[in-house]
């Protein structure tokens, strides 16, 4: 059968976004992890007030406005259990001269996941439809 949809979403002001370097190439590959989100399922499921029920859910971070001036921290320092200190990670991570966050925010990410469902239900290639979606000329940083 055909799965309802509910939306619960929650506003939290921020300055900076933290980003994972260890084994990253880009920062890219680290705003892709930062909105990938995780499933709650099994005995994780998210009770949902509207349905009355516990749900299967996605809960993932995005950015809802972008600032004028975006910071990305970088987290470069690590725990070491075996050690008992603070190492840092000496990865190295690649960015862009101009940086497109409009996949990272939340009008991106809806956008793009109509297009894939929207391609799914033609029977297209849903990723290829999501890359080919436009970014916002206001997402752009240099």
């Known amino acids: 059968g055909e799965q309802e949809s509910f939306k619960s979403q929650r506003e939290e002001g921020f300055f900076t976004i933290p980003l994972e370097v260890k084994h990253k190439r880009s920062i890219l590959e680290s705003l892709d992890l930062f909105v990938e989100g995780e499933t709650l399922d099994g005995d994780n499921k ?3 007030e509207e349905a009355n029920r516990k749900v299967d ?13 975006l910071i990305l921290h970088l987290k470069r320092f690590e725990f070491d259990f075996d050690a008992m200190k603070k190492v840092k990670v000496n990865d190295s991570c690649e960015f862009p001269l101009t940086l497109d966050m409009d996949p990272y925010t939340l009008g991106g990410i809806e956008r793009r996941e109509r297009a894939a469902a929207a ?3 033609r029977g297209q290639d849903p990723a290829k ?3 080919q979606v436009e970014s916002d000329p206001e997402s752009l940083f240099e």
Do not use: D, E, G, N
């Open 129 to 131: 439809a999501s890359a």
């Open 57 to 69: 859910a996605l809960k993932r971070l995005c950015v809802s406005r972008l600032p004028a001036v």
């Open 119 to 121: 391609a799914a239900r």
């Open 46 to 48: 998210y009770y949902c």
